[in-house]
């Protein structure tokens, strides 16, 4: 097959309007069925959420006893400002000058996605029959915390009759000429603190005012980011490895017909902050600082999680997967990468959130990773694009992951040691 027809269903793809609020899932649903029928595999739609299908096609291995290989991947995608766009974001425009495809999810994730079938088209092209069954997931709402796609899907019967072994889900392009792997992410903590104080005329300086009691919070939390980017910007921590705390959103004032009233001191104020926790980090100490220093009720603050996901798994320990001897599944991924004739870097923590985490929470390993090199990463950005090449050698990438995965035979003893998880 010539590269035009592989790049095409690429584009096909990119140009499914899936973006949230409003993702056109059923589209995308059809379009990754006829993928699948034209591989002959066949497919299911699982709809756990009324409007939210989730598609799971199903490669079977010579030995179905064996644990499966999960190879996950999103249909949403996020929003875009279409006019701050050099090309609209669903034209998945290809300049034929340097070859990069811009669309919203080039890169974040319908690439992955899409790469998993071409690899499984080679594959078959070429005769070759996995060992393990290989599954194919194609979920929703992964950006909006996938509550109603992932989380759904590893609590069902179809998943536990799946037996999944060991799963793939996205990571993060990498501007060196090395992949990035990922094996544990930050804990996503949506943090609003909330001051009140007493109102009063813009012109008198007193103590206890809402604004000067959540600046104080604001001065405060920002001496904790310095000191964390601080650690990033010294090259001491990766990004990953520290806790990243960004003010999202300021809320206060007397509105007025033009504006907000000028000479009138609110008795409300608030701030939102998009605060990420490393599986390391210890939970309790933030905690206190946020009650202790962020938002102390001393001051006539509150504070209220709009979201906060725990730093461990339901073991009560870091959801992370092992990267050492103990997870064959890691060394396989750096053998096929070589193979492949490319590198991988080493393993890290993944700064933001992915489906990851609810097979990590459940014991399963999870393996974040998008064969992405060379490439500014543009996730959630402006012109996201992905060059025509980085994504035909990822497929090639896959082709080696995938055999060698499913070509597999895994030790007994191993089985044992996850059975007890
Ligand atoms: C709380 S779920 C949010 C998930 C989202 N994932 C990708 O960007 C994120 O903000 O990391
Ligand atoms: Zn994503
Ligand atoms: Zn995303």
Same mark, same amino acid.
């Not at 584009?11 to 993702?23: D, E, F, R």
């Not at 291995?61 to 279409?82: A, F, M, R």
């Not at 996201?384 to 995938?402: A, M, R, T, W």
């Given at each position: 097959?010539?590269?035009?027809?592989?790049?095409?269903?690429?584009?096909?793809?990119?140009?499914?309007?899936?973006?949230?609020?409003?993702p056109?899932?059923?589209?995308a649903?059809?379009?990754?069925?006829?993928?699948?029928?034209?591989?002959?595999?066949?497919?299911?739609?699982?709809?756990?959420v009324?409007?939210?299908?989730?598609?799971?096609?199903?490669?079977?291995?010579?030995?179905?006893?064996l644990?499966?290989i999960?190879?996950?991947?999103?249909t949403?995608?996020v929003?875009?400002?279409?006019?701050?766009? +050099?090309?609209?974001?669903?034209?998945?425009?290809?300049?034929?000058?340097?070859?990069?495809?811009?669309?919203?999810?080039?890169?974040?994730?319908?690439?992955?996605g899409l790469?998993?079938?071409?690899?499984i088209?080679?594959?078959?092209?070429?005769?070759?029959?996995?060992?393990?069954?290989?599954y194919l997931?194609?979920?929703?709402?992964?950006?909006?915390?996938?509550?109603?796609?992932?989380?759904?899907?590893?609590?069902?019967?179809?998943?536990?009759?799946m037996?999944v072994?060991?799963?793939?889900?996205e990571?993060?392009?990498?501007? !060196?000429?090395?992949?990035?792997?990922?094996?544990?992410?930050?804990?996503?903590?949506?943090?609003?603190?909330?001051?009140?104080? !007493?109102?009063g005329?813009?012109?008198?300086?007193?103590?206890? +005012?809402?604004?000067?009691?959540?600046?104080?919070?604001?001065?405060?939390?920002?001496?904790?980011?310095? !000191?964390?980017?601080?650690?990033v910007?010294?090259?001491?921590?990766?990004?990953?490895?520290?806790?990243?705390?960004?003010m999202?959103?300021?809320?206060?004032? +007397?509105?007025?017909?033009?504006?907000?009233?000028?000479n009138?001191?609110?008795?409300?104020?608030?701030?939102?902050?998009?605060?990420?926790?490393?599986?390391?980090?210890?939970?309790?100490?933030?905690?206190?600082?946020?009650?202790?220093?962020?938002?102390?009720?001393?001051?006539?603050?509150?504070?209220?999680?709009k979201h906060?996901?725990?730093?461990?798994?339901?073991?009560?320990?870091?959801?992370? +997967?092992a990267?050492?001897?103990?997870?064959?599944?890691?060394?396989?991924?750096?053998?096929?990468?070589?193979?492949a004739n490319?590198?991988?870097?080493?393993?890290?923590?993944?700064? !933001?959130?992915?489906?990851?985490?609810?097979?990590?929470?459940?014991?399963?390993?999870?393996?974040?990773?998008?064969?992405?090199?060379?490439?500014?990463?543009?996730?959630?950005?402006?012109?996201?694009?992905?060059?025509?090449?980085?994504?035909?050698?990822?497929?090639?990438?896959?082709?080696?992951?995938?055999?060698?995965?499913?070509?597999?035979?895994q030790?007994?003893?191993?089985?044992?040691?996850r059975?007890?998880?």
């Amino acid at each position: 097959e010539d590269a035009s027809t592989i790049l095409s269903r690429f584009q096909q793809y990119l140009q499914i309007n899936t973006a949230q609020p409003h993702p056109n899932y059923y589209e995308a649903a059809q379009f990754i069925t006829s993928q699948a029928n034209s591989l002959s595999l066949p497919s299911q739609t699982l709809e756990f959420v009324e409007g939210k299908p989730l598609i799971l096609i199903k490669w079977q291995g010579k030995d179905p006893t064996l644990p499966s290989i999960l190879l996950n991947s999103h249909t949403d995608v996020v929003p875009s400002e279409h006019h701050k766009w +050099t090309h609209p974001p669903f034209s998945a425009h290809l300049d034929s000058t340097t070859g990069n495809i811009f669309a919203r999810g080039s890169q974040d994730m319908k690439c992955v996605g899409l790469q998993y079938l071409e690899a499984i088209r080679k594959l078959k092209d070429s005769g070759f029959r996995p060992l393990r069954t290989v599954y194919l997931s194609f979920v929703p709402d992964e950006e909006i915390g996938g509550a109603d796609g992932v989380a759904k899907f590893v609590d069902s019967d179809a998943f536990a009759d799946m037996n999944v072994g060991i799963v793939l889900d996205e990571g993060l392009a990498s501007p !060196a000429d090395h992949y990035r792997a990922f094996y544990g992410e930050r804990s996503p903590w949506w943090l609003v603190v909330k001051a009140v104080g !007493a109102p009063g005329h813009g012109s008198k300086l007193y103590d206890n +005012t809402a604004m000067e009691n959540l600046l104080k919070s604001i001065e405060s939390i920002r001496r904790f980011r310095a !000191a964390q980017f601080d650690l990033v910007k010294a090259g001491l921590k990766a990004q990953g490895e520290v806790i990243s705390v960004n003010m999202v959103f300021l809320k206060a004032g +007397t509105p007025s017909p033009s504006g907000f009233v000028m000479n009138m001191q609110p008795s409300e104020a608030q701030a939102g902050f998009d605060i990420r926790v490393p599986p390391n980090a210890d939970p309790a100490s933030l905690e206190r600082r946020i009650a202790d220093e962020w938002a102390p009720a001393s001051r006539n603050m509150t504070f209220e999680f709009k979201h906060k996901v725990s730093v461990n798994d339901k073991f009560g320990r870091p959801a992370v +997967t092992a990267v050492d001897s103990s997870n064959i599944w890691w060394a396989l991924l750096e053998e096929a990468i070589i193979k492949a004739n490319a590198r991988l870097g080493k393993p890290e923590i993944f700064p !933001a959130s992915t489906d990851s985490r609810h097979f990590r929470e459940r014991g399963l390993p999870a393996i974040g990773f998008s064969p992405m090199a060379n490439t500014p990463i543009l996730l959630h950005d402006h012109n996201e694009f992905l060059n025509k090449d980085e994504y035909l050698k990822g497929i090639d990438v896959y082709e080696s992951i995938i055999k060698t995965y499913a070509s597999y035979i895994q030790h007994p003893r191993d089985d044992a040691s996850r059975e007890e998880l």
